[in-house]
């Protein structure tokens, strides 16, 4: 009887350790998805925005707090750069050339190069958190 209890309880250990792992991993895949958005076109769009926050939101209680602020900042330096990148490229909100544009475009393409940047930072970031065993 004890031994049955104990299979039970290991199977549904594995079951719970299961469902984290692909929780985490759907929230992992969202970042690595959002950052390739970024990369391919230099700027994001609102509803890939909203689409990140939508599938990052249980973040803060899967991980711990690092990747809570990590998503965070890449939620905002995304805003960031799709704000730069209006200001730039929008007819309607386009700078003048200038020092300000300049100023502008510089940043845009510093963000540009953090973001190519993150695929290893982020794949470090979660490797901690992505273990099944």
Same mark, same amino acid.
Not at 18 to 26: G, I
Not at 40 to 46: L, S
Not at 88 to 98: E, F, K, T, Y
Not at 104 to 118: K, T
């Given at each position: 009887?004890?031994?049955?209890?104990?299979?039970? $309880?290991?199977?549904?250990?594995?079951?719970?350790?299961?469902? @984290?792992?692909?929780?985490?991993?759907?929230?992992?895949?969202? /970042?690595? =998805? @959002?950052?390739?958005?970024?990369?391919?076109?230099? &700027?994001?769009?609102?509803?890939?925005?909203? /689409?990140?926050?939508?599938? &990052?939101? =249980?973040?803060?209680?899967?991980?711990?707090?690092?990747?809570?602020?990590?998503?965070?900042?890449?939620? *905002?330096?995304?805003?960031?750069?799709?704000?730069?990148?209006?200001?730039?490229?929008? +007819?309607?909100?386009?700078? +003048?050339?200038?020092?300000?544009?300049? *100023?502008?475009?510089?940043?845009?393409?510093?963000?540009? =190069? $953090?973001?190519?940047?993150?695929?290893?930072?982020?794949?470090?970031? @979660?490797?901690?958190?992505?273990? @099944?065993?």
């Amino acid at each position: 009887m004890a031994y049955i209890g104990y299979q039970q $309880w290991h199977t549904n250990d594995r079951k719970v350790r299961l469902d @984290f792992y692909e929780r985490r991993l759907a929230i992992y895949l969202a /970042a690595m =998805e @959002f950052l390739a958005c970024i990369v391919h076109r230099a &700027t994001i769009r609102d509803e890939e925005l909203s /689409a990140f926050l939508q599938k &990052t939101r =249980e973040g803060y209680f899967l991980f711990g707090r690092d990747i809570a602020d990590y998503l965070d900042t890449l939620y *905002r330096k995304a805003v960031d750069l799709q704000a730069g990148a209006t200001m730039l490229h929008d +007819p309607m909100g386009s700078l +003048p050339v200038g020092e300000e544009r300049s *100023r502008v475009a510089r940043a845009n393409a510093e963000l540009s =190069e $953090w973001f190519g940047d993150q695929f290893v930072v982020t794949r470090n970031k @979660f490797a901690k958190y992505m273990t @099944f065993s």
